[in-house]
């Protein structure tokens, strides 16, 4: 071993022998290492783009349930609680959401959307990372709301911050159920306290366009959450289907739980979906674009690995003397082997992390220029284009490594071979 | 007491093939080589003084024959073997010093070194041990562009006697150097050989220059030795 460090230490001289042409060869590497990561990193950032807002609201957990076609899959409270029952559950809730309700504080008055969340996420931590400024609602039974940022503004708040802490007064007005097939309008005021201000995450539509969060407990009692119950109520007069939710999420404790309880769920006779089995598509076509621009840098990497080959083809010659002598003062085949592979290995490994360097760099111009073209075309919040996850980083190091390593073992198979009569008699 | 020869050579041949014709490098050569003996190889340019030398070395493979050096026959070794042998029991000095350019004195000695598995302050006291031996303390960290022909050959025979070998081989080592130059590296090698007992086979061309140095002085001929005269 410690042969093998003396002679690794001996090649690196070789290297610096001849240094513009190892850097040169280093730096088409570097390029092509470069290219290949900011061309993944791109991809990676893409589907980071895609797949966070997902993850920071647990839905790869979440099973969506709908009413069964049987009689007996009604999506009532006792469905949910059902479902609670069911191992790797955490948690179940009925789908609220009223499309028009209108909230005060103060002076400043403003319609919106509003949804309803279950309290028992804060036990789990989801959400949390959408949280500006306060806290995700208590699990008592007090009234609370969070507020979306992009309505600060128009309730007369300056800062996520300010907003924490104050009272919101609430209407709703819509029909509400009294007994199976009679309905009221009903209108009901509500205070609620201000406990957290949060950010939706891109492409998130609903939560993006501003809604109202309410915990599902406060929020099912408000008149109009079940409109869509209620339409289906009044066109099938009745009957058992339509009379409970129209939606049951149910929130597992891991997405490979979710699958599992999805297959609970369906043989209890409901029509269950994972959200994680949803973004499958879609996931596949993120990798797809992953393996196809690997695909391209790789022969970008290939073209630099035959530079290398080149490259210690060129010293191979140079050094045919050299290579003789070192065969008569007791270098083996093996020795010059490895001299030659650690001269490969070497251009390769800093050529690797010069591509990290330089991918970084590039990738940082390249986000810059297009989040100043997108604001002048009106788009805020491009958000990160580019994401360089450790795998990647690690990985485009030991690919420009390999294929050093590779290219290498060619020129080093020569060296070793090189007969060293013919080579002192400079043959 | 018969005592085994430190080298000994039976019936050995060498054949190239040089553009298709072939050519009998050597022809069936005997040799004997003492503990401790300077032995010259002389002969003209072509007669196979080389050819002999670097297949006592180990570093080609006889076409017919046997070599035995230090006890080993060097017959169907690998080429791992033969380097294995190289490194420990040999060492070379060459016409044109084959130092590696971009070392210094000390790095020339101490790649040596690191080839034949020694590392560490054994190996840079080795080396610096070697150089002063040859008189070259002053310029241990001096590179071979910086060193006269005369030192450059003294750094090569500090290298080829750095892991302190039984045997040097030296192939024309005054070749390149002026006539006093040559006469104060043979005078080196025979106290080197003094000093150390080590056996040196050593071929030139020069005959009249080696006479008084050498012990034996083998004449080769069209690749077969044609005498070997014992110095009186």
Known sequence: MIRFCQLVGQSLLGVTRARLRSFLTALGIAISSGALVSMVAFAVGLERQFELPIQQLGLLNDVEVHPGKGEGAVLDDRAVQQFEEIPGVAYAYPDFRISQLTIACGTHTKTTFALGLPREASLIGMFQDLILAGDYFSLGTQAEVMLNEKSLGELGFTSPQQAVGQQLRISAAGLATTQPGQFEMRKQELIARIVGVYRAPGFMEELGSGALLLPADTMRDLPGIDLERTLRQFRADGTAAAAGFAKVTVHADSPGDAFRVERRIAALGFQARAVAGRIQEARRVFVFLEVLLSAVGTVGLVVAGLGIMNTLLMSVMERYQEIGIYKAIGASDGDVRILFLTEAVTMGLAGGLAGLVLARSVCWVLQWAITIYATRQGVHDVGSLFHFPVWLLAGAVAYAVAVSLISGVYPATRAARVDP???LRGR | MLTEPEIAVRNLCRDYEVGGAQVHALRGIDLEVQSGEFVAVVGVSGSGKS?????????????AGEVVVSGRDLNG?????????????????????????????????????TFQGTFGERRNRLAVEALERVGLAERIRHRPGQLSAGEQQRVAVARAIVHQPRVLLADEPTGNLDHATAFRLLELLRQIQAESGMTIVMVTHDEELVSGFCDRRVRLRDGVIIDSISAA
């Open chain 2, 77 to 113: 070794l690998s080429s791992k073997q033969r380097a294995l042998f190289r490194r420990q029991a040999v060492g070379f000095v060459f016409q044109s010093f084959y130092l590696v350019p971009h070392l210094t004195a000390e790095g020339n000695l101490r790649l040596a070194l």
């Open chain 1, 421 to 423: 009569i013919r080579a």
């Open chain 2, 51 to 63: 050819t002999l030398l670097h297949l006592i070395g180990g570093l080609d493979t006889p076409t």
